[in-house]
């Protein structure tokens, strides 16, 4: 299966089979995931899977009890840091910065001006639960070229699906769940506008 028809033929799954993803293919799922590209490289996220037929159960109610949670073979969900993490003169940018080749400050020094314009808008906890959704765009296609199913949800109340990680909001933002399995039924054709309604050239 080519890329593009990985993405013809993946779909939101509302129902998934009783059926287990063997473990080769979930650990391709987390790698696309892991080789996704953030702003800067930070990588302040984490992605947490959720397979226990005991933590599934609270994740579906935090979403709203979709039946894509309750029934997922496996969900995962993608957490972001929240703003204070990207202090440039905190520990946590030291540190994913220090892994670069180059002088740290240097690196310090380039962010800091973005960090600063992100702070006045009040965008970084939009900027950084927005890296969550490349990741999340590459699960969904990694697993649909291995004929696995998903579905992107946002729907999800984010106190509730912190608490049943045992994770605090001082510590992460929800990005996204998502939900992967076999699905239980039929693929749904695409819905898309066309090329002609979307791209502009200039
Ligand atoms: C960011 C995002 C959030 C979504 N949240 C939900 C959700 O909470 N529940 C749900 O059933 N589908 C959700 N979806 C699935 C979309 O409704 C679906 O992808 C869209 O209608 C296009 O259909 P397709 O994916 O089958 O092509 C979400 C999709 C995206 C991209």
């Given at each position: 299966m080519t890329f593009l028809e990985a993405m013809q033929t993946r779909f939101a799954c509302k129902l998934y089979e009783n059926r287990a993803i063997e473990n080769p293919a979930l650990q391709e799922i987390?790698?696309?995931?892991?080789?996704?590209?953030?702003?800067?490289?930070?990588?302040?996220?984490?992605?947490?899977?959720?397979?226990?037929?005991?933590?599934?159960?609270?994740?579906?109610?935090?979403?709203?009890?979709?039946?894509?949670?309750?029934?997922?073979?496996?969900?995962?969900?993608?957490?972001?840091?929240?703003?204070?993490?990207?202090?440039?003169?905190?520990?946590?940018?030291?540190?994913?910065?220090?892994?670069?080749?180059?002088?740290?400050?240097?690196?310090?020094?380039d962010f800091r001006p973005y960090h600063a314009f992100l702070s006045e808008h009040n965008r970084l906890d939009c900027w950084s639960r927005s890296q969550g959704y490349l990741a999340v765009a590459n699960m969904m296609t990694c697993a649909a070229l291995q004929g696995i199913q998903s579905c992107a949800i946002e729907g999800f109340d984010e106190s509730k699906v912190l608490a049943l990680l045992g994770l605090f909001p001082s510590d992460w933002l929800v990005s996204l769940v998502t939900t992967f399995g076999y699905p239980a039924e039929e693929t749904r054709p695409k819905i898309r506008e066309s090329v002609q309604n979307l791209v502009v050239y200039h």
């Open positions: 987390l790698e696309s995931a892991r080789l996704t590209p953030t702003s800067f490289g930070l990588e302040m996220w984490a992605f947490h899977v959720v397979q226990s037929q005991e933590v599934k159960e609270k994740l579906y109610h935090a979403c709203f009890d979709q039946e894509s949670v309750r029934t997922a073979a496996v969900s995962i969900v993608t957490l972001a840091r929240p703003a204070p993490w990207y202090d440039p003169d905190g520990r946590p940018v030291k540190e994913k910065g220090s892994r670069f080749p180059g002088n740290l400050s240097d690196f310090i020094e």
